[in-house]
């Protein structure tokens, strides 16, 4: 079992869970952060961390596997994020917000830190 971060975590990213995380397997996009799954040592640490539950263990994922995927591939091409950004400033109106990833999903990759 790996953590993933699923569709909540789009427009929000809060990233309070990169500093919690023990082995650094959080990578960071424009708009949304992702766990490289081989990385992941499944402490669970992250998942409380997350304001707004976009933190799930690969068995809730899809069934298709959605997440997991979405995860591995950008965390190969995304940056290492280890230290809490700012969250943007209009998160709050996507926080409830259902189906962000086909509205909003981004592949350009964020800073990193």
């Not at 976009?54 to 809730?60: G, S």
């Amino acid at each position: 079992m790996t953590y993933i971060v699923t569709d909540a975590c789009i427009r929000c990213k809060f990233m309070d869970c990169v500093e919690v995380c023990p082995v650094d397997c959080f990578y960071e996009g424009e708009n949304t952060l992702v766990i490289n799954p081989d990385e992941c040592i499944d402490c669970g640490v992250c998942e409380p961390e997350c304001p707004v539950d976009a933190i799930k263990p690969d068995t809730e994922d899809d069934a298709d596997g959605k997440w997991l995927r979405i995860n591995s591939e950008y965390a190969k091409v995304w940056p290492n994020i280890t230290v809490k950004g700012e969250p943007p400033a209009d998160r709050a109106d996507f926080e409830r917000e259902t189906g962000k990833f086909e509205k909003y999903f981004s592949e350009k990759p964020g800073k990193g830190s």
